[in-house]
């Protein structure tokens, strides 16, 4: 059983980690006293399988302009934490463990212009500098100004984040702000695992979406209508119809097992063929939409730029930021996404167009 346990101090609140294995217990507490005194500071160290420490260590200072000293206040236990604390993963030790967190900012160096002290941020675990070749290409593993794979918690010389303080190197690249309406508890896994997640699910749905690229809604919804309602209305006309609206059915006219304007059993009148014939051009499946039917492209397309919209929505609400509009190479601008309101204003005309051809 894994657990884990928020522990609120004065300066700074940690989550420990604790787990039982066959082993036995492996645990890690914090104590109610002062951490460290003057220019040290409590770190919690891998010693060897099964055994963690409190350690008495200096504190990290500033040493470069671009450096900052962030105070952690909820820190997650990674997956691979948890093999090397029970020895699945071969490690040795001593070193500092923990590296997903987040925290507050102690100190800054001259020369950061993003954050200041005060402000609560997400600190990355891998340490990069942002202004390399590879940095600018999204490969911060291999950051040229530091050793490649630097990164917290695992013996690379950066310290961990189970620490009184932590030492960023190149604070305005591997530090993002926390929105203030987030728990750092519920986010302490932010930087490693939950990146991961996303990765792993962003891959697959790029694969699905270039195997099965969006469909023009405007060809969707116009290409072939009008020819299809003409021949339904003339099929459904050779019937009779009486000034009362009621309607005899050709007997070549075929009903869909669709729901009806009318009750069961009553006679069917002219508007319950308008809605079959409505109901026949929404819901019959299409070879040019793969197999699909125009109400599953509308639906699809409406769920794709309400996403687009919505993540602007949340830019406005969470950053303070005018959004800025739809980029014309996003698919809900290329291929004409519409939104419920105009699903709606769809189905009317529809409607509308078969009372007119009838």
């Not at 009184?164 to 896994?189: C, G, N, Q, W």
């Not at 009553?266 to 079959?276: G, H, K, L, Q, S």
Request: aromatic residues 10%; neutral net charge; glycine residues 8%.
């Amino acid at each position: 059983m894994c657990q884990f346990h928020d522990y609120p101090f004065s300066r700074r609140r940690f989550m420990a980690f604790s787990a039982t294995t066959g082993a036995g217990m492996l645990s890690a507490s914090l104590s109610a006293q002062d951490s460290g005194s003057g220019d040290t500071m409590q770190q919690l160290t891998f010693i060897k399988p099964g055994t963690l420490e409190w350690r008495e260590v200096p504190k990290p200072t500033i040493q470069g302009p671009k450096e900052a000293i962030v105070r952690p206040i909820a820190v997650a236990r990674c997956d691979v934490d948890f093999a090397i604390y029970t020895g699945l993963f071969p490690a040795q030790g001593p070193f500092a463990v923990g590296h997903e967190f987040n925290g507050e900012v102690v100190e800054v160096g001259e020369g950061v212009k993003n954050f200041k002290v005060g402000d609560e941020v997400i600190c990355s675990f891998q340490i990069a500098c942002g202004e390399c070749e590879y940095c600018r290409r999204g490969q911060a593993r291999s950051c040229t100004a530091v050793t490649r794979g630097a990164m917290y918690g695992f013996n690379r010389g950066y310290g961990g984040a189970h620490s009184d303080y932590v030492h960023v190197p190149f604070a305005d690249y591997m530090l993002i702000e926390k929105p203030a309406s987030l728990d750092p508890v519920s986010i302490a896994s932010i930087s490693d695992n939950v990146i991961d997640g996303w990765r792993t699910v962003a891959r697959q749905r790029r694969c699905e979406r270039q195997a099965n690229p969006a469909f023009d809604t405007r060809a969707v919804l116009y290409e072939k209508v009008i020819s299809f309602i003409v021949q339904r209305c003339f099929a459904a006309r050779g019937g009779s119809e009486d000034d009362h609206g009621v309607w005899t059915a050709p007997s070549h006219w075929q009903w869909r097992e669709l729901p009806r304007r009318g009750a069961a059993g009553d006679t069917p009148r002219v508007d319950d063929a308008v809605a079959e014939i409505h109901a026949q051009w929404l819901m019959t499946p299409r070879d040019d939409l793969r197999g699909q039917t125009p109400r599953d492209v509308l639906h699809a397309q409406r769920s794709r730029i309400s996403e687009q919209i919505q993540d602007r929505e949340h830019q406005w609400t969470r950053f303070g930021q005018s959004p800025l509009p739809l980029w014309r190479e996003s698919t809900a601008y290329r291929l004409g996404g519409y939104g419920t309101h105009e699903n709606i204003v769809y189905y009317d005309l529809l409607r509308h167009l078969i009372h007119e051809c009838w």
